[in-house]
Structures are given as structure tokens and as C-alpha cells.
């Protein structure tokens, strides 16, 4: 027989079709449910277990994630200081241009190629092993809490059972399909149009970049960073418009189908904005002398991509929540509501992704900039008390029972890859000096 919402609950689905029993305060039974949860005013020193009593042990696990990055990015700032320390035996720093190129390798001494060589291969072996470890992680955790705690378990069982699209399920499966191929076929194309849009923003940011700070083409970056952080605004938004439209007959589906596109566009619009920034230097220096190793302005990139990401983050993840919760409640009807109907919803799969969005920028610029990593530890400490803030005070948080702790095993391994593989700056790339003419400037790999 099919099971039902235990009396005093009902089930809720975030936005991301993730599913969790709330307790139903406008119904009977109330007094029952309260009975089986225990309800906490959490604060900033609260502990994960203090998280995971209120919220489920899916969204706990998601802290379990972010300390996780914290450790693996000083692990790898670690590492890479097998190469650094050896390079300031050969830097001269006679300004501030000298003080911000000894954090690049084309600064460094052609000595250290071996050192170098040794750090690098030994960052990108954490960096492959960092899923199955979480993997294990979790899955320990997530184990360990639920024979504890057996309730989670029945709660799962239910919401798996409760996993119908009510207002689709009478959709044809042929008319699904269809809706699916159209959809995937919108999607290729706004990528390929994405793609086209980036390259044509890296064009004319070159173009209106003529000054460069600190022997840095700053400007250029801002530009296209800014730019591509917006795009990706606007694309989070239409992935979910294209899986509505997809018409899923089961939550777990339209989940499924939501984070492929958010993942496939994050980073693929990635490696598009950096192959297409090696063609527009490519042409820049076909038509004159090139003075300059193409890696520094790659390195550049990397920069600032993540710190304008860790910027967006804060101002979307705490002022905008903020001001759109104040917004919405004045625009209300006072008794109709609670506050919590009010505030932003925090789903820990899209949380997910953007944390593995930054991991792989960091991947991507740990090669170029090595110390790039320590900058990577603060911003992960940033954005771990930032989470904590918004699922204590600024936010709406659906209790989780489930992990996602094997989906992150192979989407952690992926963004390794994807640093490895990547043209033109991924590592592969770099060690077989390929293009040639992509190194003639760059003293370090004479």
C-alpha cells in the first residue's frame, strides 16, 4: 500500500525538486508531530549536530562538504609551496610589479622546473582522490547518524514513495519525449550561443582594455568576468524554465535533469571563456611581436574569476535575501504569512555546484599561480560562515535526510579532470608545451 504524510506533516519540494517533511501548523495532528521533532534556535556557534537535529542529515553533510574544501585547498597550498619557496631564492624584487610576479611560474627560474613538475603532479593526484575520500566521509557520517536516529530512515522511505509530479503524471510519455528533445536541443544551441557571446565579450574587452595595472591586464578580466558571471545568472534561471517544460512525471527526475544542465553550462561556459580568450590573444599576437607569456594573463583570469565569484556570493547569498525578504514582506498581507515564507529558499544541490564551480577554478589556476590555493582556503572559510548565516538567519531550509555523497564522488573526480584536460590551460597542455608558439615568451619552459 501506498504510505501517507504522517498526521501534523506535509511534504514540500524546493525548487530543485528535493523533497522533506515540514511540520503542517495550519492542520490537525501538530501536536503529535512536535512530539518527533525537536525544534532549536540555532545560532553561529552552533554545532553540526545542532544543524542536523533541525535540518536532516543532508544538510549537516553539506558543512561536512565545505569543511572538507577547506582542508583540500590548504592541503594544496601546502603542496605547492614545494615550488614557490625554491623560486624566491632566484626573484629580485625591485617594485610592486616584481611583488605580484613572484606568484606566477613564469617568473620562475627554469631551476625550479623540477620542483614544479613534482608539486604539480602531487596537487593533481589530491585533486583526483578528493572524491573518493569525501565519498567515504560521507558515507560514514550519513551511516552512522542513521543508526541513530531511525526516523530519517521511515522519513526517506516516504519521500522516495512520494516522488510523483502530481500535476504531470497524466502527461503522455511520448509528449515527454518530445518536450525532451526540443529542450536539449534549445539547450546545445543557447551554449553554442553562449559560447559565441563570450568570445565576442573577450573581443571587445581586449579592445577597450589598452591600460594594464601591476603589468596585469586587470581591466580585460573584470570585464569578462563580470560579464560571465551575469550570463550564468541569467542561465540558472532558464535551466529551470527548460526542465518545466520537460514535463517530468517524478521529482527525482526533474531534479536529475535541472543540475545536468547547471553543471554542463558552468562548466563548459568555463572552458569556452578560456579557449576563447587564447584565440583572441593568438590573433592579438599573430599581427604583432608578443612580449609578454600568455600564461600571466591566463593567471590573470583565474584571479579574478574566483574573487569576483566570492563576491557575487556574498551579495547574493546575504544582502539580496535580505532585501528581497523586507521587500516581499511590506508587499504582503500581514497574517497571512510567516517570515520564513518570506526569505530565499537554500538548496544544498545548487549550493553544491557552485562550491565545485570555484574548486575547479581553483584547479584550473593552481598550475598558473600556485599560491592561488591559500587564496581558495580563505574564500572557502568565507563561504562556510557565509552558509551557516543564511541557513540560520537569512534563509528558508527544507530539512534533508538524503546525502548526495555519490554524485559528488564522480562530479569531484570530473572537475578534476576537466583541469587536467582543458585547453588550452590545463596542466596536459602546459607540461607538453602545446601550442609551441604559446611559450616562445615564457623563460620558464626555455
Known amino acids: 500500500p501506498r504510505s501517507t504524510v504522517p498526521p501534523g506533516y506535509k511534504l514540500v519540494y524546493s525548487k530543485l525538486g528535493v523533497p522533506s517533511l515540514v511540520i503542517d501548523k495550519s492542520g490537525g495532528g501538530t501536536e503529535a508531530a512536535m512530539e518527533h521533532q525537536e525544534v532549536r534556535v540555532l545560532k553561529m556557534g552552533s554545532s553540526l549536530k545542532e544543524i542536523e537535529t533541525q535540518y536532516g542529515t543532508g544538510v549537516s553533510l553539506y558543512f561536512v562538504f565545505l569543511r572538507f574544501i577547506i582542508f583540500l585547498n590548504f592541503w594544496l597550498g601546502c603542496i605547492a609551496l614545494g615550488n614557490f619557496i625554491p623560486s624566491l631564492a632566484h626573484v629580485q624584487l625591485s617594485s610592486l610589479t616584481g611583488f605580484i610576479n613572484i606568484f606566477y611560474i613564469e617568473s620562475y627560474s627554469p631551476e625550479v622546473w623540477i620542483y614544479w613538475i613534482i608539486t604539480a603532479c ?12 569525501f565519498s567515504c566521509i560521507a558515507r560514514s557520517y550519513a551511516n552512522k547518524r542513521r543508526a541513530d536516529t531511525e526516523k530519517e530512515l521511515k522519513r526517506e522511505a516516504l519521500m522516495v514513495d512520494m516522488d510523483t509530479i502530481n500535476e504531470n503524471k497524466y502527461v503522455r510519455t511520448s509528449s515527454h519525449y518530445t518536450r525532451l528533445f526540443f529542450s536539449y536541443l534549445l539547450f546545445v544551441i543557447m551554449l553554442v550561443a553562449g559560447g559565441v557571446a563570450v568570445y565576442f565579450i573577450t573581443w571587445g574587452g581586449k579592445k577597450l582594455s589598452t591600460v594594464d595595472f601591476w603589468g596585469r591586464d586587470w581591466l580585460l578580466s573584470i570585464i569578462v568576468s563580470v560579464a560571465n558571471t ?63 607569456c600568455p600564461l600571466a594573463d591566463a593567471g590573470t583570469q583565474f584571479l579574478v574569476n574566483y574573487i569576483i565569484d566570492i563576491l557575487v556570493f556574498c551579495g547574493t547569498g546575504t544582502l539580496l535575501p535580505i532585501f528581497r525578504f523586507y521587500c516581499l514582506r511590506s508587499g504582503g498581507k500581514s497574517g497571512k504569512k510567516k517570515n520564513s515564507d518570506y526569505k530565499d529558499e537554500f538548496d544544498t544541490a545548487e549550493e553544491h555546484l557552485d562550491v565545485l564551480y570555484r574548486q575547479f577554478i581553483l584547479f584550473l589556476a593552481g598550475t598558473i599561480v600556485p599560491m592561488v590555493y591559500f587564496l581558495g582556503f580563505v574564500g572557502a572559510i568565507i563561504g562556510y560562515y557565509l552558509d551557516k548565516l543564511r541557513v540560520i ?46 611559450f616562445t615568451q615564457c623563460t620558464f619552459f626555455k
Open 122 to 133: 602531487a596537487a593533481v593526484g589530491c585533486s583526483l582522490l578528493a572524491g573518493p575520500i
Open 230 to 292: 551575469a550570463v550564468r545568472q541569467c542561465w540558472a534561471i532558464m535551466c529551470r524554465a527548460l526542465t518545466n517544460f520537460e514535463k517530468h512525471k517524478f521529482w527525482s527526475g526533474y531534479r536529475r535533469h535541472t543540475l545536468v544542465k547547471l553543471f554542463l553550462f558552468k562548466f563548459l561556459n568555463a572552458g569556452v571563456l578560456y579557449f576563447s580568450q587564447y584565440f583572441v590573444y593568438s590573433a592579438e599576437d599573430s599581427s604583432s611581436t608578443a612580449t609578454t
Open 393 to 438: 538567519r537569512l534563509c528558508s531550509v527544507k530539512p534533508m535526510h538524503t546525502s548526495p555523497h555519490k554524485l559528488l564522488l564522480w562530479v569531484l573526480i570530473l572537475t578534476a579532470l576537466a583541469a587536467v584536460f582543458i585547453f588550452p590551460n590545463g596542466i596536459l597542455w602546459i607540461l607538453l608545451k602545446w601550442p609551441e608558439s604559446r
